[in-house]
């Protein structure tokens, strides 16, 4: 069982950066492929970020290339989410998930966090 354990958000000002960690408490993150999501108010949960689990290829939203990167660390069996120039309408619950196949489809991630809050506001 995949039990998934999001860390790192907080409130930053415009502009701001933070990074966001997901772990996974059973050690099998290896097996999967992970993915960021987030979910403002009112809004339907989106798509963020995803990496692949063998040679590591990403693939990110456009609203946020350029400005958030995807890592993992496989030793630390931790996921990451680098946000910076953070902008109010990053504003959201993120989540990290984990999938049995690279995609940026939430419908295909069947392990969720339990999500942390971003909230950037000056």
């Known amino acids: 069982q995949v039990q998934l354990v999001e860390s790192g958000g907080g409130k930053v000002q415009p502009g701001g950066s933070l990074r966001l960690s997901c772990a996974d408490q059973e050690r099998t993150l290896r097996n999967y492929y992970m993915g960021w999501f987030r979910q403002a108010p009112g809004k339907e949960r989106e798509f963020v970020a995803t990496i692949r689990s063998n040679d590591g290829a990403k693939d990110l939203a456009d609203s946020v290339k350029g400005r958030f990167t995807i890592s993992r660390d496989t030793v630390a069996n931790t996921v990451y989410l680098q946000m910076n120039s953070l902008k109010p309408e990053d504003t959201a619950v993120y989540y990290c998930?984990?999938?049995?196949?690279?995609?940026?489809?939430?419908?295909?991630?069947?392990?969720w966090g339990q999500g942390t809050q971003v909230t950037v506001s000056s």
């Open positions: 998930a984990a999938s049995l196949i690279y995609t940026a489809v939430k419908e295909r991630y069947h392990y």
